[in-house]
């Protein structure tokens, strides 16, 4: 009986400390833009939850590719069935590690590069972001900003569009993470 009262207590600390390591957001702001000779395309989604590891630098996030919204009906429509193919592909998902020791107990600006793998349109490909990570009152703000090129992952421009758009996007990201707290 004293070895399971001792396992409990051992375990309680065990999950109130990894509990603390582990950084959820309400909300990420994603969003795009692309420069054309027609049209500037824009596009946010408000809706991904990152989730990251203080202990580890880990970070994750997936992206419902169909909830970017755009000033057009029809550009969004375009880029969920012409340009991403969201039925096929519903999902973008970044996961990368932090390349910097932080301090996350106290607050404050850091400059980091995040190294993990995209999985966009079926491809996978190794990226590394520039961003900043600032903690303030034990949260954590985290802004990136980065170009992702089209065919990089095998997202085809129609040939009669194709000296109209970019060949890249400009991706930025921000959101504020709190600790997670098991309910």
Not at 10 to 18: C, E, G, N
Not at 78 to 97: C, L, Q, R
Not at 106 to 132: A, E
């Amino acid at each position: 009986m004293r070895k399971f009262a001792v396992f409990l207590i051992a375990s309680f600390v065990f999950l109130v400390k990894s509990e603390a390591q582990i950084y959820m957001a309400d909300s990420c702001r994603v969003s795009f833009f692309s420069k054309t000779s027609m049209e500037n395309i824009e596009a946010i989604n408000s809706i991904s939850k990152p989730v990251m590891s203080t202990a580890t630098g880990d970070i994750q996030i997936s992206i419902s590719n169909e909830s970017f919204v755009f000033k057009s009906g029809l550009m969004q429509e375009h880029f969920n069935e012409d340009y991403i193919e969201s039925a096929k592909y519903p999902h973008s998902v970044f996961k990368g590690k932090v390349n910097e020791k932080i301090d996350y107990t106290k607050d404050g600006v850091n400059q980091v590069t995040v190294t993990g793998t995209m999985n966009m349109h079926g491809v996978t490909k190794t990226i590394t972001i520039p961003g900043t990570i600032t903690m303030q009152n034990g949260m954590i703000l985290l802004s990136a900003k980065f170009d992702i090129k089209m065919i990089d992952y095998n997202i085809k421009v129609p040939s009669v569009l194709g000296s109209n758009l970019s060949d890249h996007v400009a991706v930025t990201l921000t959101t504020t993470m709190k600790p997670y707290k098991v309910k």
